[in-house]
């Protein structure tokens, strides 16, 4: 059954990627020359994925720029004190 979502890059184990996948963030283990070139750890990604194989995946710019801007965003609060 094929599937589409998002998917995160969440690190690079040798030749593999880990990707969670989804809201429930489900670990999908793939080789690392099946992702978009220049694809790095923290990119996010529309994917389509049938069981725990990946059939596409493409950069998304866009949630990539959002999650940045989130993490940044965080990071300034806690630099001035605002997580207490």
């Known amino acids: 059954m094929n599937a589409t979502g998002k998917a995160v890059i969440d690190r690079f184990e040798g030749d593999q990627a880990v990707l969670l996948v989804g809201d429930a963030e489900r670990q999908l ?3 690392r020359r099946t992702l978009p070139k220049g694809a790095k750890e923290g990119h996010w ?32 609060r806690l630099r ?5």
């Not at 994925?49 to 300034?76: C, F, M, V």
């Not at 001035?80 to 207490?84: E, T």
């Open 80 to 84: 001035r004190g605002g997580h207490l």
């Open 29 to 31: 283990v793939v080789l």
């Open 45 to 76: 990604l529309r994917v389509e994925i049938d069981g725990a194989a990946l059939l596409s995946a493409t950069i998304d710019e866009d949630e990539t720029a959002r999650a940045r801007q989130r993490i940044a965003e965080k990071l300034e």
